[in-house]
Every structure is written in C-alpha cells, then in structure tokens.
C-alpha cells in the first residue's frame, strides 16, 4: 500500500471515527468553540497562499469568534457532523452585510477557488435564511418560485444556486443579537431565525460534512455556536 493511499485512509478513519462518536452519543449539547483560541478549526483564506502579510479574518475577541469580513475565506471544523441542531448567535458588528453558515461542508474551494462544496444557510442582512448550493443540492417547496426556470438551475459557477427563504422580516435590528437554529437530520434541512421558521429543505445531496462559518464582506460576532445530536427534526420551536 503506497504512503498517500495509507495516509488517505487514516484521515478518513478518523473522520468516520468522529461521525460515529458523535451521532452515537447522548443528546448533550456542546459548544463547538471553547472560547479561547481555534482549537476544532482551521481557516481556509485562499489569498494567504499567495499573498505575504495577509491577515487571518477569523480572530478571538472578548470571547467570541469575529469574522473581519475580508480576506474571503472560511473557518472550517476539523470533525464531520450529521444529524443535529446548530444554534448560532451572531450580530453585525458595525456595517451590515454578508455573512454565512455552510453545513455539510467537504472538498475545499471547489466553488470560485474559494468556497467549499457544501449547502449554504444564509447570513446576509435582510436575506437571511436563503439556502445558497455550493456543489451541492436541495429541494424545497415551489421551487420554481424561489429559485427561477428550472432550465438554468444549478450547483456551479453561472448557475441559479440561490434558493429564497421564506421571509425577510425575521432579522433583529442593527446591533441586536440574531439567534439561527440549523436542524440536519439525514437529507434534510430546516432553519429558524429568532424563532421563526425561514427555510425548510429536502432531498439534499448528502447528510453529513464540516461546519464552517465565512468571512464575506461583513464584520460579524459570533457570541454562540452550540451543537446538540437530534433523532428528530422539530415541529416547531
């Protein structure tokens, strides 16, 4: 067995192993940063490969992990998750812009030399809640409504990733902390902002990856990023 094949599988061993020790585990739920440092995480800035004195967009502050917004890139878990409930408190912390949560994140930069393959949760002000395909896919109800002709719908570069939330108005005001619930059970997807239901999905193309949050534009605080494993997908809040 050559020493990249054997590496190979190693990896993926341990990946496996951390699927299996959480899926099979109590449902307690735990904060994926300790508030400390990025112990679980590492970034993935495309232009620090490049460019020398680049900066980490991704830093801790007053216990919270802040997204500067620029570089572009993202903070990315070490482990992979299926079947749980992400609950994410965050705030722009001075202009609002763009932000985002991906789930099931896999293969780095796959998308525009940047984003990796993944299904996006939208953070942006006044469109949070939209699901965004990174090269991956989702089905939702009345597709054609919230995505466009079904002719130029796609999961790459040119193509209508962008799936409408359910609503606009969820979003607390400037300053005032959002509170975003993610439940990913098996292929599905269902969103809550502020205790109200913004997007709901199905017929994913996979059920398990990495969680990443992005730096894209916008300073954002991260004041909460909790994981509980679910059996179930909720009715309501």
Not at 51 to 61: D, H
Not at 191 to 202: E, K, M, P
Not at 225 to 234: G, R
């Amino acid at each position: 067995m050559s020493e990249k094949l054997s590496k190979y599988i190693g990896v993926n061993l341990i990946l496996l192993v951390s699927i299996l020790v959480f899926t099979n585990s109590e449902a307690q739920t735990r904060s994926l940063f300790n508030g400390k440092n990025f112990e679980g995480w590492h970034a993935d800035i495309p232009k620090m490969d490049t460019v020398p004195k680049t900066i980490n967009p991704f830093i801790i502050r007053d216990g919270m992990i802040v997204s500067l917004g620029a570089p572009g890139g993202h903070l990315i878990t070490d482990a992979i998750y299926k079947d749980f409930r992400l609950e994410v408190q965050y705030r722009f912390a001075g202009k609002p812009g763009n932000c985002g949560v991906l789930a099931h994140a896999s293969i780095p930069r796959s998308l525009y030399g940047m984003f990796p393959k993944s299904l996006e949760v939208q953070m942006m002000h006044l469109n949070a809640g939209d699901f965004w395909c990174i090269v991956e896919d989702i089905k939702v109800p009345d597709m054609e409504t919230r995505r466009g002709p079904k002719e130029e719908w796609g999961i790459t570069e040119g193509k209508k990733r962008r799936v409408l939330n359910l609503t606009d108005d969820s979003e607390k005001p400037l300053g005032e902390w959002n509170t975003m619930i993610i439940e990913c059970l098996d292929r599905e997807i269902k969103v809550w902002l502020n205790g109200d239901l913004i997007n709901h999905g199905f017929e994913c193309n996979t059920n398990s990856g990495q969680i990443a949050v992005q730096s894209e534009g916008s300073e954002v605080e991260f004041k909460k990023l909790n994981l509980t494993p679910i059996n179930k997908i909720s009715e309501k809040l």
